[in-house]
C-alpha cells in the first residue's frame, strides 16, 4: 500500500463521531491537495476491509455526495445519531461539524 493510501486510512480512522471531514481536507492532510478523487476511491474500495467511518466524509459543500438516494439517506441517518449538525438546505454545517485536526503526525514524519 503506498504512504498516501496507508495517510488517508489512518486520517478517516481518525474522525470522531458526530464529526465530518471533506475529501479535500483529507487530501490535503495525506500530503496530496489535489487528491479529493483519489480519496473517494480509497473510501470506495478499502471502506469494508478496513472499518472506515466511510459516513464521516462528505464534500466540500457539506452536500452527501453518493448519488444512490437510499445510501445518502443513510449516510445522514447515521450521522444525524452521532449529533452531526445540517442546515435547512440539507447540507451538512461545517462550521460545527468539520473535524479540524489539520496537525495529525505519522510515524514517519518523526523519523
Not at 483519489?38 to 476491509?49: G, T
Not at 443513510?74 to 496537525?103: H, I, P, W
Request: proline letters at 5%; glycine letters at 6%; a neutral charge.
Amino acid at each position: 500500500m503506498n504512504p498516501f493510501t496507508e495517510r488517508v486510512i489512518e486520517i478517516i480512522k481518525s474522525i470522531p463521531a458526530g464529526k465530518v471531514m471533506t475529501y479535500g481536507q483529507i487530501a490535503k492532510i495525506a500530503g496530496s491537495p489535489r487528491g479529493a478523487r483519489q480519496v473517494v476511491r480509497i473510501l470506495h474500495s478499502m471502506s469494508a476491509k478496513h472499518s472506515l467511518p466511510w459516513h464521516r466524509v462528505v464534500n466540500a459543500k457539506g452536500e452527501i455526495a453518493i448519488p444512490d438516494e437510499e445510501s445518502a439517506y443513510s449516510q445522514r441517518t447515521m450521522l444525524e445519531d452521532e449529533g452531526v449538525c445540517f442546515r435547512q438546505n440539507g447540507l451538512v454545517d461545517l462550521e460545527k461539524s468539520r473535524f479540524a485536526s489539520e496537525v495529525l503526525i505519522f510515524e514517519e514524519d518523526l523519523i
